[in-house]
T-cell receptor, first 115, second 113 residues
Framework: DSGVTQTPKHLITATGQRVTLRCSPRSGDLSVYWYQQSLDQGLQFLIQYYNGEERAKGNILERFSAQQFPDLHSELNLSSLELGDSALYFC??????????????FGQGTRLTVV | AQSVTQPDIHITVSEGASLELRCNYSYGATPYLFWYVQSPGQGLQLLLKYFSGDTLVQGIKGFEAEFKRSQSSFNLRKPSVHWSDAAEYFCAVGRRGDYKLSFGAGTTVTVRA
């Protein structure tokens, strides 16, 4: 168990809908990362938050957004869902905003299926 | 930009045999290197990491990896594979102070009895 908790584990929804994925980082970790794992794109970095503020953006669509709350949990919001958004979404957390001799710990992921 | 190549999409190995998974990276400075394992239906578990120092790194589950700067490689090895090692393995590269990891496409390992 990495200590990173993601809910829900599975989500099935229809095209055009909006969903929210939730992540609770390890205790003491201030940085949260979101990754998408799809068959065609592999594992791709989406976005990072550090202590409530957006730190970096990767290949995140405009239909997607995220935030980190004062208690440090994070939510990834996916809207106007398309079939191609079906993927495994991972959250990871680390102590600091960059990789300074630490590593990121990954949650179990949320499997999103868009039908 | 950093990138990672895992040349082998799928490897089949007999239980008890040795395993080597290849990883090549493209990066302008000294990278931080990682190997993660993903079992079916599971999340990513860190096997080992290299930040600096000794280029031979020991990890969990009997795995080790060697950083070879001259070859831009970070190959993962295990002397004797167990059936429970069947999984997908990802090599990743990052850098100090950076915010993200770049992952390879993964290598699926099948273990036959």
């Amino acid at each position: 168990d990495s200590g990173v908790t993601q809910t829900p584990k599975h989500l099935i929804t229809a095209t055009g809908q909006r969903v929210t994925l939730r992540c609770s980082p390890r205790s003491g970790d201030l940085s949260v990362y979101w990754y998408q794992q799809s068959l065609d794109q592999g594992l791709q970095f989406l976005i990072q938050y550090y202590n409530g503020e957006e730190r970096a953006k990767g290949n995140i669509l405009e239909r997607f957004s995220a935030q980190q709350f004062p208690d440090l949990h994070s939510e990834l919001n996916l809207s106007s869902l398309e079939l191609g958004d079906s993927a495994l979404y991972f959250c990871a957390s680390s102590v600091d905003p960059g990789l300074r001799n630490t590593e990121a710990f990954f949650g179990q992921g949320t499997r999103l299926t868009v039908v | 930009a950093q990138s990672v190549t895992q040349p082998d999409i799928h490897i089949t190995v007999s239980e008890g045999a040795s395993l080597e998974l290849r990883c090549n990276y493209s990066y302008g400075a000294t990278p931080y290197l990682f190997w993660y394992v993903q079992s079916p239906g599971q999340g990513l578990q860190l096997l080992l990491k290299y930040f600096s120092g000794d280029t031979l790194v020991q990890g969990i589950k009997g795995f080790e990896a060697e950083f070879k700067r001259s070859q831009s490689s970070f190959n993962l090895r295990k002397p004797s594979v167990h059936w429970s090692d069947a999984a997908e393995y990802f090599c990743a590269v990052g850098r100090r102070g950076d915010y993200k990891l770049s992952f390879g496409a993964g290598t699926t390992v099948t273990v036959r009895a």
